[in-house]
């Protein structure tokens, strides 16, 4: 079993930056990949970033690409995602996604609100 708690949402004005960090616990050793998905009011959950536990290998929504960075720190069993140049778009409920042991753990969610 994997518990997450992320920590680090806010609010922040359009052109911010925040970073999020997501630290794992439990069957850490089992970590095959971490990342991001978020969720705005009235939309369904949409696929953020993602990077593998081994190699490092990163992946990204075309809608975050060049503007946030997903990283991780193996020693700390912690995933980051550093968010930069918010717009109002980027409000949404950001929940950090372990898959472990062919299971998938989800995180409680920490809320961005970017203003204009």
């Known amino acids: 079993q994997v518990q997450l708690v992320e920590s680090g949402g806010g609010l922040v004005q359009a052109g911010g930056s925040l970073r999020l960090s997501c630290a794992a616990s439990g069957r850490t050793f089992s970590i095959n990949n971490m990342g991001w998905f978020r969720q705005a009011p009235g939309k369904e959950r949409e696929f953020v970033a993602a990077i593998t536990w081994s190699g490092g290998n990163t992946f990204y929504s075309d809608s975050v690409k060049g503007r946030f960075t997903i990283s991780r720190d193996n020693a700390k069993n912690t995933v980051y995602l550093q968010l930069n140049s918010l717009k109002p778009d980027d409000t949404a409920v950001y929940y950090c996604?372990?898959?472990?042991?062919?299971?998938?753990?989800w995180g409680q969610g920490t809320q961005v609100t970017v203003s204009s």
């Open positions: 996604r372990c898959s472990s042991g062919g299971i998938e753990y």
